[in-house]
C-alpha cells in the first residue's frame, strides 16, 4: 500500500499540472468527453445484460415476435457501443498528443534551463539517457495513465452498477445443492467478490518482480542505443585506433544485458500468463456451475441464468481488473518511477547551483571588468582545484591563460560562465555583458551549415551576405556557396574546419567577452597567427582570454596569467612576458586530470 501510495502522488505531481496550464480547458473538455463515453459504455452493458435475459427467454419459449424485437433493440446497442467506441479512441488519441505535447516541452524547458543538463552529468548517472525519459517515457506516462484511469473508473462504476442486478438474481436463482434451496443473501456477488480477490492475489505474487525487471529493460536497451550512437559519432577515431573489436566486445556486453534481463522476464511472464489464462478460462464455466442446479431443478429460467452468468462475468472482470492490466500496470509503474528519477536528477541540478556554498554569479555594480572574489573552484567530491581572489579580467584586453595540464584552467572557464558550481566565492560580471565560450571542439547543430554557425542564434537573424564573409574571412571559402546544405558538420568537418567555423560564429556574435579554450589548438601556427590577428581587426571591443600551450600565442596577448601550485589548489598569478611558457611543464595531480 506505500508504493502505490507513493505511486500515485508521483503520478499526480507529474499529471496535475496539464490540467492547470495553460490549456486546461481543452484538456478538462476532452478528459470528460472520453470519461462520459466510458460510462455510456457501462450504460450499454447494463442494458445488454438486461437484454440476455429477454433473448434467451424468448429462444426457450420459441416467441419468434419477441425474439425478432430483441435482435432489433440489439442491433441499436450495438450501433450505439460501435459510434461510442469510434469517438472515444479519436477524443483519447486527441487528449494524448496534446498532454504528450505539454509535458514535453515542460521537461525539454526545465531539462535545458540554465545548464542543468550539464550539472546533472556532474551528478553521475542519477538520471541516464533523458532522451529517453523525454521521448519513450513520457508517450508510453500519457497513453499508461489514461489508459489504466479509464480502466478503474470503468471498474468501479460496474461493480455498482452489476453488484444490485447481482444481488436481486442471487434471491431469484438461490444456491442449489443436493436437492435443497441455501438462501444466502447475495450469493452470486461474493462469488464473484472471492474469485477475485484470489486471483488479485495470485497475480501480484506471481508478477510482482516484473516492475522491476521492466525498469531494468529500459535502461538497458537504453544504455545499449546510446553506445551505438557513441560509436556511430566517434567512427573516425575508432577507425584509427582500429578499436572496432573493443567496440564490438563492449557494445555485445551491453546486448548480453539485454538479453539476460530479457530471459527473465519471459520467465516470469510465462507463470503469470499461465496463471491469468487459466483464471480467465475457469471464468467463463464458473458462474454456470453455480447456476446450473438451480436451472435444472426449474427454478430459473434459461434467459435468467444467462443474465446471472453476464453479470458474474461483468462483476468479476471489473474485480479482476488488477489481474487483466498487471502487465500494462507494471510497465507503467516502471515508467512512472523513470520520470520520477528524472524530475528529481533535474531538481538537484538545478539546486546545486544556489546551495551553499557554491560559486556565486553576480552583477558588478560598475565598472566593464569580471571580478573573481575569494573564489575556490572544487571537483565534485569536494578536491580543493584553483583559488583566485582580488583577479580581474579587465574589459577590452587580451590575456592568456596558461598553467600545466589538469591544473583547472577550463573549469575556470567554466565557473566564469556559471554552469560550474562546486566551489565558493563570486564572480561578478559587468551588467548586460555578453560572453561566449568556445572550446575546443566546437558544437554544430545537424542542420544547414548557416544554422550550424550562427548557432545558438536563429539562422534568419543574421544575414547570409554576413555569414558568407565570416566564412571566407576564417580561411574556408569552399564553404561560403553551401550555407544552405544540411549535414552532421561535427561529423562531416575535420577538427581544424570547425575551429575555423567556431571563430566565424564569435565575429558574427562579437561578445564582448571571448574565452578561447584551444580554440585554434588543431590548426597550424600561420594559421593560428592569422585568425588571432583576425579577431583583433574585426573584434577591437572585444576582451579575449585564451588558453593555450604554443609560445607563439604570447605574440597575440599583452597579459599572462599562470595557474601555479598553492598548497592543495592552484592560484592565478599574472607574471611577465615569457614566464608563462616555464610555467607549462609542471606535473599535474592525478586527481585534477579530470577537469580538462
Known amino acids: 500500500m506505500n508504493n502505490i501510495r507513493s505511486t500515485l502522488a508521483i503520478v499526480w505531481r507529474i499529471a496535475a499540472p496539464y490540467f492547470r496550464s495553460e490549456d486546461k480547458w481543452a484538456a478538462r473538455v476532452l478528459l470528460a468527453a472520453v470519461i462520459a463515453i466510458q460510462l455510456s459504455q457501462v450504460a450499454i452493458d447494463v442494458l445488454i445484460n438486461q437484454w440476455n435475459n429477454r433473448f434467451y427467454n424468448a429462444l426457450q419459449d420459441r416467441n419468434w415476435d419477441n425474439f425478432v424485437r430483441e435482435v432489433g433493440i440489439f442491433t441499436v446497442l450495438a450501433f450505439c457501443s460501435i459510434g461510442l467506441a469510434i469517438y472515444q479512441f479519436y477524443l483519447n488519441q486527441w487528449l494524448q498528443i496534446r498532454w504528450r505535447s505539454w509535458l514535453t516541452h515542460r521537461y525539454l524547458g526545465e531539462w535545458l534551463h540554465d545548464a542543468n543538463h550539464y550539472r546533472m552529468q556532474l551528478q553521475g548517472d542519477a538520471a541516464d539517457n533523458p532522451d529517453q525519459r523525454v521521448s519513450d517515457d513520457l508517450k508510453t506516462f500519457v497513453e499508461r495513465t489514461l489508459d489504466i484511469g479509464l480502466n478503474l473508473l470503468s471498474s468501479v462504476v460496474t461493480v455498482a452498477s452489476f453488484i444490485v442486478i447481482l444481488w436481486g438474481l442471487s434471491a431469484a436463482a438461490p444456491l442449489h445443492f443436493l436437492g435443497r434451496d441455501f438462501p444466502i443473501p447475495g450469493y452470486l456477488m461474493w462469488a464473484a467478490l472471492i474469485y477475485a480477490v484470489f486471483g488479485t492475489a495470485l497475480t501480484q505474487w506471481i508478477g510482482a518482480p516484473l516492475v522491476r525487471l521492466d525498469f531494468q529493460q529500459e535502461r538497458f536497451e537504453a544504455d545499449f542505443r546510446f553506445n551505438l550512437v557513441r560509436v556511430r559519432e566517434n567512427s573516425e577515431q575508432i577507425a584509427l585506433l582500429r578499436g572496432e573489436d573493443a567496440e564490438r566486445g563492449q557494445l555485445s556486453m551491453r546486448f548480453n544485458n539485454i538479453i539476460d534481463n530479457w530471459y527473465a522476464i519471459m520467465s516470469r511472464t510465462r507463470r503469470l500468463i499461465a496463471f491469468t489464462t487459466s483464471y480467465e478460462q475457469a471464468a467463463l464455466i464458473f458462474p454456470l456451475m453455480l447456476l446450473a442446479p438451480a436451472y435444472f431443478a426449474d427454478r430459473i429460467q434459461l434467459g435468467g441464468m444467462f443474465q446471472s452468468a453476464s453479470a458474474f462475468e461483468s462483476v468479476r472482470k471489473a474485480l479482476s481488473v ?216 574585426k573584434l577591437p571591443a572585444t576582451t579575449i582570454v585564451s588558453i593555450g600551450h604554443r609560445s607563439t600565442l604570447e605574440a597575440f596577448h599583452e597579459r599572462y596569467v599562470a595557474l601555479a601550485p598553492n598548497g592543495e589548489a592552484f592560484s592565478l598569478q599574472d607574471v611577465r612576458a615569457g614566464a608563462a611558457a616555464r610555467a607549462g611543464g609542471a606535473a599535474s595531480s592525478a586527481r585534477h586530470k579530470q577537469t580538462e
Open 322 to 537: 488488477f489481474v487483466t492490466i498487471y502487465r500494462s500496470l507494471a510497465e507503467w509503474r516502471a515508467t512512472v518511477a523513470r520520470l520520477d528519477g528524472f524530475e528529481m536528477a533535474i531538481q538537484s541540478a538545478a539546486k546545486l547551483k544556489t546551495d551553499q556554498p557554491s560559486i556565486g554569479i553576480v552583477t558588478a555594480p560598475e565598472g566593464d571588468a569580471i571580478n573573481l572574489s575569494e573564489l575556490l573552484v572544487r571537483l565534485p567530491d569536494g578536491t580543493p582545484l584553483l583559488s583566485a581572489d582580488g583577479f580581474s579580467i579587465r574589459g577590452n584586453e587580451r590575456a592568456l591563460v596558461t598553467g600545466p595540464s589538469g591544473a583547472g584552467k577550463s573549469t575556470l572557464f567554466r565557473s566564469i560562465a556559471g554552469i560550474w558550481p562546486f566551489g565558493s566565492g563570486s564572480i561578478a560580471v559587468p551588467p548586460h555583458a555578453t560572453l561566449m565560450m568556445l572550446p575546443q571542439r566546437p558544437y554544430f547543430p545537424i542542420g544547414s551549415l548557416k544554422a550550424a554557425i550562427v548557432y545558438p542564434a536563429q539562422a534568419d537573424s543574421i544575414s547570409s551576405d554576413r555569414v558568407r564573409e565570416a566564412v571566407v574571412a576564417v580561411g574556408l571559402p569552399k564553404f561560403a556557396e553551401r550555407l544552405e546544405q544540411d549535414a552532421h558538420w561535427n561529423r562531416m568537418l575535420s577538427l581544424g574546419e570547425q575551429q575555423r567555423l567556431g571563430l566565424a560564429r564569435a565575429l558574427l556574435c562579437a561578445p564582448q567577452f571571448l574565452f578561447l579554450d584551444e580554440a585554434t589548438a588543431s590548426l597550424d601556427e600561420a594559421s593560428e597567427a592569422r585568425l588571432y590577428r583576425l579577431l583583433q581587426e
